[in-house]
T-cell receptor, first 115, second 108 residues
Framework: DTAVSQTPKYLVTQMGNDKSIKCEQN?????MYWYKQDSKKFLKIMFS???????INETVPNRFSPKSPDKAHLNLHINSLELGDSAVYFC??????????????FGQGTRLTVV | AQRVTQPEKLLSVFKGAPVELKCNYS??????LFWYVQYSRQRLQLLLR??SRESIKGFTADLNKGETSFHLKKPFAQEEDSAMYYC??????????FGQGTELSVKP
């Protein structure tokens, strides 16, 4: 009964490939996020969805496309993978601000390695 | 600009020593601040939020609006405290802005 789960946990792929990372939360939260943790352990938000609607879209290459089929799922699709995309990608969820706690719950991360 | 700064990339202390992980923020509104912890190869988890004013695992953090700081403190460090610690600020829209992180290493 993991709160926020991501698959896969590890992903090794060649440059130029297209890959997807899936995320699901069973907390009943309205808002989901994707964060990228680089090799220096710096965490930066990429996207945020609230009730399937994109609300935050940071400066991220167009090769990254989030998809939210319902409010419990937020997937990340990456086209034409590059070496610089290698990182740990974290999914997170929270209640929308103004509706109580804004604490974010994180998934276990997906370690993407592009070779 | 909204920003969170953790000036120390690495903090190394001996077991039983006091610990202070520094965090400064820049935000024009009323801040909502958190400390998250990431143990080795695990997910980030919430340690503290300033609103609750609680002590978790012996850690406390006080919001100082005058100094725009939210330093994390523990009087006696334990080896199991070794981890990455992130200070974070929530801004409208729910976005968490993280500091660069401080790796705490507690030596026996």
């Amino acid at each position: 009964d993991t709160a926020v789960s991501q698959t896969p946990k590890y992903l090794v792929t060649q440059m130029g490939n297209d890959k997807s990372i899936k995320c699901e939360q069973n907390l009943g939260h309205d808002t989901m996020y994707w964060y990228k943790q680089d090799s220096k352990k710096f965490l930066k938000i990429m996207f945020s969805y609230n009730n399937k609607e994109l609300i935050i879209n940071e400066t991220v290459p167009n090769r990254f496309s989030p998809k939210s089929p319902d409010k419990a799922h937020l997937n990340l699709h990456i086209n034409s993978l590059e070496l610089g995309d290698s990182a740990v990608y974290f999914c997170a969820s929270s209640q929308f601000p103004g509706q109580g706690r804004t604490e974010a719950f994180f998934g276990q991360g997906t370690r993407l390695t592009v070779v | 600009a909204q920003r969170v700064t953790q000036p120390e990339k690495l903090l190394s202390v001996f077991k039983g020593a006091p610990v202070e992980l520094k965090c400064n923020y820049s935000y024009s509104g009323s801040p909502e601040l958190f400390w998250y912890v990431q143990y080795s190869r695990q997910r980030l988890q919430l340690l503290l939020r300033h609103i609750s004013r609680e002590s978790i695992k012996g850690f406390t953090a006080d919001l100082n609006k005058g100094e725009t700081s939210f330093h994390l403190k523990k009087p006696f460090a334990q080896e199991e405290d070794s981890a990455m610690y992130y200070c974070a600020l929530t801004v409208p829209g729910g976005k968490l802005i993280f500091g660069q992180g401080t790796e705490l290493s507690v030596k026996p």
